[in-house]
């Protein structure tokens, strides 16, 4: 006899939105650090005494890996069968926040990556920018 109460599959739509929220936002913190820091090294060829302030779009963009991570464990953690019961309405719970999570950290690094090189593109070109 098992001590298992819940439906089998619900588990695998669980670990599912743990894995969505932290490979999406992943995703976007690589595409938002890469972007953003091509526009900081060229503005350290360009513009050197402004290096530090065009470092705020790479740990902006770092910290979405960070929060997919921290969802993914808060998920992984309230899948325990064995302990509870686990149903299908909780395993799609897990699915939908964790793909919320991590498509939402998709588009913020994207947003940040393309923000960042068309700021760094400006404040390299001109005087008026919004960091500087």
């Known amino acids: 006899m098992s001590s298992f109460s819940g439906d089998v599959t619900a588990p695998f739509f669980g670990f ?8 999406f936002s992943c995703m976007g913190a690589a595409y938002g650090t890469a972007k953003s820091g091509v526009g900081v090294a060229s503005m350290g060829v360009m513009r050197p005494e402004l290096v530090m302030k065009s470092i705020v779009p790479v740990v ?9 991570l921290i969802i993914a464990v808060i ?24 793909l919320a999570c991590g498509l939402a950290g998709l588009s913020a690094g994207m947003a940040i990556g393309s923000s960042a090189m068309l700021e760094l593109g400006r404040t390299r070109s001109s005087r008026s920018c919004l960091w500087a």
């Open 16 to 23: 599912l939105g743990a894995a969505a929220a932290l490979v």
């Open 60 to 68: 902006m963009a770092g910290v979405l890996g960070i929060y997919g």
């Open 75 to 98: 998920i992984s953690t309230g899948i325990n069968p064995k302990a509870k019961s686990y149903y299908l309405f909780d395993g799609y719970a897990h699915l939908s926040s964790g």
